[in-house]
């Protein structure tokens, strides 16, 4: 595939991934900081170029129902936001994920509760892993750590998203989708035709020809027991998940004594502060979740039998360590350590505590 | 190699943009790049600041609080940033508007009357590619070729023809840059 | 002697029912509008030829299980967003026939933001609007439409203004609204009316062939059992209660308001 070099911000990463990757409907609305990829699409116009439909919708609320709308209707289709703006969405997530409803939705995180601040936090990750919505259902989680993953993982969603019939969250944040990067895009994914979508998303409602049944999208059954089949197909298809689509990176674990435990932007201030740790003779690795559901459980099991510690770096009060520690089962000692309401903690400070949480506590 | 460094003044005086031709350029030197600004309500008219790293090597965290070099446009930035230069690292500020100068000791400090000479000169536009070529004068982490190069990337085609004027205004400030204190 | 089979042809049939109905039973109460409006919508689709272009966009209220009755391509919508759902298909698939099918309390209270939106923006969906002036599938609780006066399970002395507001005339309103081209207000309790309801569900449709932005069909029906009377009474009450407020007739045709 013929690699071209840009330099772009996470946000227009997402926009320009969404062109190339042939998605064909982006439904959004302006909030700080992830604005720019509307602004990104409504400049490329590619509904000129690639026939992809972007529009303004009059809220997250009604964004969100859109893509229900298209996704329902067999097209790849997205929406963008930032924390307040997804939890207006998250009535139309369930309904996604009840419906079984592939589509990609993006959180470019920023710091709460409520209007909180428009700087960079991870404190959405509850929202995003352990529901969000009502009901018992599951989005599947990537958290990219670079505008070259913003860009990348566009084009894994609609992957995952066809092959299990979900909904994809990309969890970003205002420092990812701010910050400008290297970027190499690829070329141009056509758009599915109708009779590509016909074959993939059987179930869809495009139109009813003669041959078959009308095709209804709901997340509607009034009878308990079907209810409950369907809920067990649904955790059926989280525990596949879980088996198939975990992914993680670790970095200096070879020999590591203690452990970061990091995702996103968080993972890229750790690897500063390894680089800190090692001039200082402390053998210190980091495992860098990837996808927060499923998450990297087996791996930080095992791990959790070589190191001495661990310490997870959020930008939140403490969330992601509670599926570390889930995870390790207490073999190994785990703490948090994390600034939160839009402040980024620097690497020397993730550092102090690892020494003062981990090593001498 | 790795250069950290942030420049901060008023919304309006090109940081955020003198700092997208200094990244676009690194990446055009095949260098390791990022730019990552203050957003927000700074955007409209407050102050406004963009951290760069340029780097041979992967870059781990584009987010930073100490400065290879602070390239400083107006007094709150210099009271907020003064602090930040790791020691030994680079202070360059524009003295337009400084009431206190920087104080310490431990840092080098340049000047350029780049708001003056931008006046003089009747291209406010420039001002900020004459605090550019100062700072290349004082640490040349990309070449002029490069320079050029970063503009053709990140200009839009129509203004291409302004190129000339801006590199001619990088010469400017490489001449008028001043040493303040060298260690 | 005749014999069914000799009578069971198909010379002797004068009226059949529109293969764009599944064979469901449908749930609604004996005497309700629903059914005839979804039998006359389907006889629509059926003469227009475009069952296999059409895609019912389905409430939450009474009529959420209308995409087990219409037998074309449907999505079952949150409460109030159908509008939204629409407008994403029908500019997914420009070629498409997409239509809501909502009550009032779902296009008139929660989707009010959306119903305006869709409407403002002229997408070119046929949104139907069956407005009985009562929330019927929780019980009978009051709706936007509820008139002053009404009884129903929160307003149990009757709708007051001091406690609820007015009641609101969300089509007259819609018609303001630049992107509406076509919006008339029909009801299904005679024959007659029927027959005109039919004729203004048609021409939301070609409307919509023509690409000519959104069209808005009110159908002010009879809740008989919310309402706690008869279906009779329940048609006579709307007659005298219902049309003061709710007047039947085309409010704008053609992109133009209807003078009166």
Not at chain 1, 80 to 90: A, D, E, H, R, T
Not at chain 1, 239 to 246: G, H, K, L, Q, T
Not at chain 3, 131 to 160: E, F, H, V
Request: aromatic share 8%; with cysteine.
């Amino acid at each position: 595939m013929a690699k071209e070099l840009k330099l772009m911000k996470g946000n227009e990463a997402i926009a320009e991934a969404a062109i190339r990757s042939g998605c064909d409907g982006y439904f959004g609305y302006p909030i700080t900081p992830q604005s720019e990829v509307m602004e990104y699409l409504m400049l490329e116009k590619p509904w000129e170029k690639t026939g992809m439909v972007v529009l303004q919708a009059e809220s997250e609320t009604s964004s969100i129902n859109m893509v229900y709308g298209g996704a329902g209707a067999g097209k790849k289709v997205m929406t963008s936001s930032s924390s307040p703006g997804i939890s207006l969405m998250q009535e139309g997530m369930t309904y996604l994920a009840g419906a079984e409803l592939p589509c990609l939705v993006v959180n470019v995180v920023r710091g709460g509760p409520g209007l909180g601040t428009i700087q960079p936090s991870q404190a959405d990750y509850f929202q995003a892993t352990k529901g969000g919505g009502h009901g018992d259902y599951q989005l599947y989680v990537l958290a990219p750590a670079s505008v070259q993953e913003m860009y990348d993982f566009v084009f894994d969603a609609w992957e995952i998203a066809f092959k299990y019939r979900n909904p994809v969250m990309i969890l970003s944040d205002g420092a990812i989708g701010q910050v400008m990067e290297k970027l190499y895009v690829g070329d141009y994914v056509p758009r599915w035709t109708d009779e590509q979508i016909h074959k993939i998303a059987p179930w869809a409602t495009f139109g009813k020809p003669a041959s078959r049944d009308h095709n209804i999208i709901t997340s509607l059954e009034l009878d308990s027991a079907k209810q409950e089949l369907h809920n067990q197909k649904l955790q059926a298809k989280y525990r596949e998940m879980e088996r198939n689509e975990v992914r993680f990176e670790e970095i200096n674990c070879e020999d590591a004594e203690y452990l970061f435990v990091a995702y996103g932007s968080s993972a890229r201030i750790a690897q500063k502060a390894i680089q800190l740790g090692r001039e200082k003779g402390i053998k210190v690795g980091l495992l860098r979740p990837i996808t927060l559901f499923p998450f990297p459980t087996k791996k930080l099991a095992e791990l959790s039998k070589k190191v001495k510690g661990m310490l997870s770096v959020e930008m939140s009060a403490g969330q992601m360590v509670m599926d570390v520690k889930l995870a390790t089962e207490g073999r190994c000692k785990v703490e948090h350590y994390g600034r939160f309401g839009g402040m980024i903690p620097t690497p020397h400070e993730v550092l102090e505590a690892l020494e003062e949480k981990i090593i001498k506590g | 190699m790795t250069e950290e460094i942030i420049i901060a003044g008023f919304g309006g005086q090109g940081v955020l943009s003198m700092g997208k031709i200094l990244a676009y350029s690194g990446a055009m030197q095949d260098k390791e790049v990022s730019w990552m600004p203050s957003y927000g309500p700074e955007m409209r008219g407050g102050t406004a600041n963009v951290s760069v790293i340029i780097s041979d090597e992967r870059i781990s965290s584009p987010i930073i609080s100490q400065f290879d070099t602070a390239i400083i446009l107006n007094q709150q930035s210099l009271d907020k940033f003064e602090h930040s230069v790791k020691p030994g690292g680079v202070l360059l500020y524009d003295p337009n508007g400084i009431t206190k100068p920087p104080t310490r000791k431990d840092i080098n400090i340049y000047k350029v009357a780049a708001t003056e000479k931008s006046a003089e000169l009747g291209m406010a536009k420039v001002f900020n590619m004459i605090v550019l070529g100062a700072f290349l004068k004082v640490k040349p982490v990309v070449t002029e070729e490069y320079i050029e190069k970063g503009l053709l990337k990140s200009l839009p085609e129509r203004h291409h023809k302004l190129i000339p004027d801006n590199l001619k205004a990088v010469e400017t400030g490489k001449e008028l840059v001043e040493t303040v204190h060298t260690l | 002697m005749v014999f069914n089979q000799d009578i069971i042809k198909p010379e002797n049939l004068v009226y059949k029912r529109t293969n764009v109905l599944t064979d469901a039973v449908m749930h609604y109460c004996p005497g309700c509008g629903h059914g005839t409006i979804h039998r006359v919508i389907a006889e629509v689709i059926e003469e227009m030829g475009i069952q296999d272009k059409a895609i019912c966009i389905a409430p939450v209220g009474c009529s959420v299980l209308a995409y087990n009755y219409f037998n074309v391509d449907s999505q079952g919508a949150a409460h109030g967003r159908a509008p939204a759902i629409a407008t994403a298909i029908q500019r997914l698939y420009p070629d498409n026939h997409v239509f809501t099918y909502q009550g009032d309390g779902d296009l008139a209270a929660i989707g009010t933001a959306e119903t305006i939106h869709a409407c403002n923006r002229g997408e070119n969906i046929v949104i139907i609007f069956v407005n009985n002036g009562i929330y019927g599938m929780t019980g009978g609780q009051m709706a936007p439409t509820t008139l002053i006066g009404m009884k129903t399970a929160t307003t149990p002395y009757g709708r007051s203004v001091e406690l609820n507001g007015y009641p609101l005339q969300i089509t007259e309103l819609l018609a303001e609204l630049p992107g509406t081209y076509y919006v008339t207000r029909q009801s299904v309790h005679t024959p007659a009316a029927v027959r005109k309801a039919k004729k203004a569900i048609r021409q939301a449709f070609e409307n919509q062939k023509g690409k000519k932005g959104t069209s808005f069909v009110e159908l002010v029906s009879n809740c008989n059992s919310g309402w706690k009377m008869t279906p009779v009474a329940a048609n006579k009450w709307m007659e005298e209660n219902m049309f003061p407020k709710y007047p039947v007739g085309d409010i704008k045709v053609n992109g133009e308001k209807v003078s009166k």
